[in-house]
């Protein structure tokens, strides 16, 4: 079998995405910042994908500017919240995705900004009476704080945060690639300056994403060159990818609710699976309760086959994802993870869910976690 079981890092394309992707590819090539037919039919286009996501995440339009992906959205919110709106103060977390905290260390080392990092629960949930104190303490900062973590899955009470943002004139960031087209949206209501996304996690084409940025927050061009992105973000648009991105968003949010039923009922099943046949087998962070409903962060006994344990799934057929807490050899381990001090002799792998997967793949999975786990324990 080939089950793939990784969808937190990619997911396949949807064969709908891929069509309306192909048919424009073969028939509309205008560059659409020009001004004849072919380019109008284009700019259309790009204009209708705009709207159609806005009205999904009930914003406007007019907040919705295409990147190349999640981590262009995250590093054009935190820079140009230092460069462009005066923040002297970053509020973040140690588990936070590079594409976030590397930007924020830059900053820092380059005297720009001061950082601060709010505490940690046991289960991994952001402490949200700390980060109330740390806004006390540094009023008209950047909280930078992501909606989902892509590790272990636990979800920010985004609604509270940006109250308490509200609260303390701080501007909010968050870092929703993971949760974008997994959860509702509603922009008029949250109080939030900036979102990130990336396609490619909602069954679209990777390469492109896009940043909403409230219309209260005015900045000067991230990049410049072209009039394109509202003179936000100068160069020719990835037409095919936005116009694909849009179709994934709109097929995610039209099945929303019973996809998420199907993905929520495969994680259960397989951490119970997992419990009845691996004995002394754990998770990390906070799997049942306030969770992204396509993450499971499976914490495994010790073995002496912990360095091997993804390779062994990948010769069995099974794509996953791992870490650990320490570093070993190449590997520099997993920063969420460590943050979280789980038992270095214990593997961790990451499994993630999509519209695809079934439970006889589960099944599967299991079988072939509880031969390797029973031939140890009796070697």
């Known amino acids: 079998m080939n089950i793939y079981l990784d969808n937190a890092a990619t997911t396949p394309m949807h064969p709908e995405v891929v069509a309306v992707m192909t048919k424009m590819m073969q028939e509309e090539y205008g560059n659409p910042s020009s001004t004849h037919a072919h380019g109008r039919i284009v700019r259309t286009q790009i204009e209708e994908a705009r709207k159609k996501i806005a009205t999904y995440l009930n914003c406007t339009p007019g907040e919705i500017f295409f990147t190349s992906g999640g981590t262009?959205?995250?590093?054009?919110?935190?820079?140009?919240?230092?460069?462009?709106?005066?923040?002297?103060?970053?509020?973040?977390?140690?588990?936070?995705?590079?594409?976030?905290?590397?930007?924020?260390?830059?900053?820092?080392?380059?005297?720009?900004?001061?950082?601060?990092?709010?505490?940690?629960?046991?289960?991994?949930?952001?402490?949200l009476n700390h980060l109330e104190e740390l806004l006390k303490n540094y009023p008209n900062a950047l909280v930078s704080l992501m909606h989902a973590n892509n590790e272990i899955g636990n979800l920010l009470d985004i609604d509270k945060v940006g109250e308490l943002c509200r609260e303390y004139n701080a501007l909010f960031h968050c870092d929703t690639v993971q949760t974008m087209g997994h959860l509702p949206f509603d922009l008029a209501k949250t109080h939030v300056h900036f979102?990130?996304?990336?396609?490619?996690?909602?069954?679209?084409?990777?390469?492109?994403?896009?940043?909403?940025?409230?219309?209260?927050?005015?900045?000067?061009?991230?990049?410049?060159?072209?009039?394109?992105?509202?003179?936000?973000?100068?160069?020719?648009?990835?037409?095919?990818?936005?116009?694909?991105?849009?179709?994934?968003?709109?097929?995610?949010?039209?099945?929303?609710?019973?996809?998420?039923?199907?993905?929520?009922?495969?994680?259960?099943?397989?951490?119970?699976?997992?419990?009845?046949?691996?004995?002394?087998?754990?998770?990390?962070?906070?799997?049942?309760?306030?969770?992204?409903?396509?993450?499971?962060?499976?914490?495994?006994p010790p073995t002496p086959f912990a360095e091997m344990l993804l390779f062994k799934l990948d010769i069995a057929g099974i794509s996953a994802s791992g870490g650990s807490a320490c570093s070993s050899g190449s590997s520099i381990g997993s920063h969420?993870?460590?943050?979280?001090?789980?038992?270095?002799?214990?593997?961790?792998?990451?499994f993630s869910f999509g519209r695809q997967n079934t439970k006889e793949e589960i099944d599967y999975v299991v079988s072939k976690l509880k031969e390797m786990f029973q031939s140890q324990a009796s070697a």
């Open 72 to 127: 262009e959205a995250d590093n054009m919110a935190i820079r140009k919240s230092v460069t462009d709106c005066g923040v002297k103060h970053i509020i973040s977390s140690v588990i936070e995705h590079h594409a976030v905290s590397h930007t924020i260390e830059e900053l820092v080392h380059k005297g720009l900004v001061q950082s601060h990092y709010v505490n940690l629960l046991e289960n991994g949930h952001i402490d």
């Open 336 to 350: 969420v993870l460590a943050a979280l001090k789980p038992d270095p002799s214990r593997p961790n792998v990451r």
């Open 195 to 300: 979102l990130a996304c990336g396609a490619h996690k909602f069954n679209g084409p990777k390469g492109v994403g896009f940043i909403y940025i409230n219309h209260s927050t005015k900045l000067s061009p991230y990049l410049t060159g072209g009039s394109q992105e509202r003179n936000m973000r100068g160069g020719t648009e990835n037409v095919y990818g936005i116009v694909g991105m849009a179709k994934a968003l709109s097929l995610a949010y039209d099945h929303l609710e019973q996809e998420k039923k199907q993905i929520t009922d495969i994680k259960m099943y397989m951490k119970e699976q997992l419990e009845k046949h691996i004995p002394g087998v754990k998770f990390n962070g906070d799997p049942t309760e306030s969770s992204l409903y396509t993450v499971l962060n499976v914490s495994f």
